[in-house]
């Protein structure tokens, strides 16, 4: 069996603040007269308004056209993120959980809607970076959760048959709606950043804390 992980609201605890004047003054400091809110904004629905239903964009192309030919857009994606990210970390039994499925044997892969020019530096941060067999985020995919795509380039990438794989997330209509339309079932974790749904696809197991989840899993194997 394998075990596949979203990450921010699942794993890990974030809040960042794109909204706020002090960012945006700082953002545009270091950007350069391109690098607006307005802009920013303009180019993310000029991006959007492309893709088909499910798609998902690239932020690292439109830092690209913020900065210019001449500007670097990985290090102004990180220094975005940074300037933006108020917290982040792991939650509680996180790490436990990782390194105990790895002893017994069971390959894990983070499968997140998630762009990698931030979540690449921030899996370092929360020392996850070897964590996993395979990452897959949204933005290498071309495609987000709750997409049937999305899942089936991360099946295609490394080689995973859903019916041996468990998803774990915390958002019903993503992560449950998500991994049952991929053919897998799924562990729903309920935190403090899982959305809120009138509807919604009931989960397999549900679990409390991370502690929990992990005791799911080792029960199916």
């Known amino acids: ?8 609201g699942t794993l890990a605890d974030i809040e960042t ?12 400091r270091i950007g350069g007269k391109n690098a607006t809110r307005e802009n920013y904004l303009s180019l993310c629905a000029q991006a959007e308004a492309e893709l088909p239903a499910g798609g998902e964009i ?65 899996l370092r941060l929360l020392g996850l970076e070897n964590a996993f067999c395979g990452v897959l985020p949204s933005s290498e995919a071309g495609w987000k959760k709750p997409s049937r795509e999305f899942f089936a380039c991360g099946f295609a990438r490394f080689g995973l048959d859903a019916r041996s794989c468990v998803y774990v997330g ?28 009138d509807r919604a696809p009931a989960p397999d197991w549900c679990a409390a804390d991370l502690k929990e989840v992990y005791n799911i899993i080792l029960s199916l194997l």
């Open 170 to 197: 915390n958002d019903l209509r993503d992560d449950v709606g998500g991994a049952h339309g991929a053919g897998m079932r799924c562990v729903y974790l309920q935190t403090e950043q899982s959305g809120r749904y």
């Open 17 to 28: 603040d794109e909204a706020s004047p002090a960012f945006w003054e700082e953002v545009a």
């Open 58 to 122: 690239d932020l690292l192309g439109v830092f690209a056209r913020m900065t210019g030919p001449k500007g670097d857009a990985a290090a102004f994606a990180r220094t975005f993120r940074t300037l933006s990210r108020r917290r982040l970390r792991l939650f509680p039994y996180a790490a436990e959980l990782l390194r105990g499925l790895k002893e017994r044997g069971v390959r894990t892969y983070l499968f997140s809607n998630a762009q990698a020019c931030f979540t690449r530096d921030e």
């Open 1 to 8: 069996m394998d075990v596949l992980f979203d990450l921010y």
